[in-house]
């Protein structure tokens, strides 16, 4: 399949000269030099280290110390098909491979498929549902002139509603957020969809109007959030590169505080 298509040879031959020239150059270093075997052996070992450097470098495809190099890291965009372009298509092959190979993303089939839609179809009053999206349901606002308020999401690790003071807490761990919950809507049957935090990023709001943005105190790939938030329409991801440096602290990037404070005038 590789060597019958033309194209391909445009890179194989090129990187097959490369190969041999870095081969016939390599040797002509390693070549034995009477009298000079110490200085010969230092020299085949701090190569090695450089190269095997180099190596590793290679496979863990970038510097950052958050995160390693992921299918995210070539999105740039909101078009999936320009940032698909810049994708390697042995590492996404290896890379859906060792996926697969992970216990955690097997199926979980605790019932049938279509028994278990129908049950979830009942409960939420689905009465006529779409066939591509069978789970979803069309909300219509009382009004076409209905407002649109800014809507902020705070996702927070190891949160819970048994730290607020309206759930019979009584340390006062979250004033703000105590605060906030009583000056504003609160929802008390809300259910997450898993228990770590990248389970509850998504969220779309721009069917009424409104644009999205996200901001991430650490390196946007870190657990592919950048490039699953661009593959999903996301318009704006603020991470990492785009604060100071000298407001990054530590591999997981800026404090929360300076996050919250560089925010405000962008979404102002």
């Not at 090129?14 to 081969?23: A, G, K, T, W």
């Not at 990023?201 to 699953?228: C, M, P, R, W």
Request: a neutral charge; one cysteine or more; charged letters at 20%.
């Amino acid at each position: 399949m590789i060597i019958e298509e033309p194209r391909y040879w445009l890179a194989i031959i090129p990187f097959s000269i490369f190969v041999y020239i870095f081969y016939r150059l390599l040797k002509k270093i390693f070549s034995e030099t009477p009298g000079q075997d110490s200085v010969h052996l230092v020299t085949k070992i701090a190569l090695s280290v450089i190269f095997i450097g180099l190596i590793l470098i290679g496979i863990r495809g970038r510097l950052e110390e958050k995160s390693p190099i992921r299918v995210g890291t070539a999105y740039f965009s909101n078009n999936a098909f320009l940032n698909q372009l810049g994708l390697n298509p042995n590492f996404t092959f290896l890379r859906s491979y060792l996926d697969s190979r992970k216990e955690e993303n097997k199926a979980i089939n605790l019932m049938e498929n279509a028994r278990a839609v129908a049950i979830v179809q009942n409960q939420l009053n689905i009465k006529s549902p779409d066939p591509d999206f069978p789970l979803l349901r069309k909300i219509v606002p009382d009004s076409a002139n209905a407002s649109h308020p800014n809507v902020v999401v705070v996702i927070m690790e190891s949160m819970s509603a048994a730290k607020l003071d309206r759930h019979g807490n009584g340390n006062h761990l979250t004033p703000f957020l105590d605060s906030i919950s009583k000056r504003g809507y609160y929802i008390e049957n809300a259910y997450t969809s898993g228990i770590h935090t990248f389970n509850g990023i998504f969220s779309a709001l721009k069917d009424n109007g409104y644009s999205t943005i996200y901001f991430a105190t650490h390196d946007g790939q870190f657990d592919n959030v950048e490039g699953f938030l661009k593959a999903n329409d996301c318009d704006t991801v603020i991470a990492k590169p785009d604060y100071p440096a000298s407001k990054i602290k530590t591999t997981l990037g800026v404090p929360d505080d300076f996050m919250f404070e560089f925010s405000i005038p962008i979404i102002h």
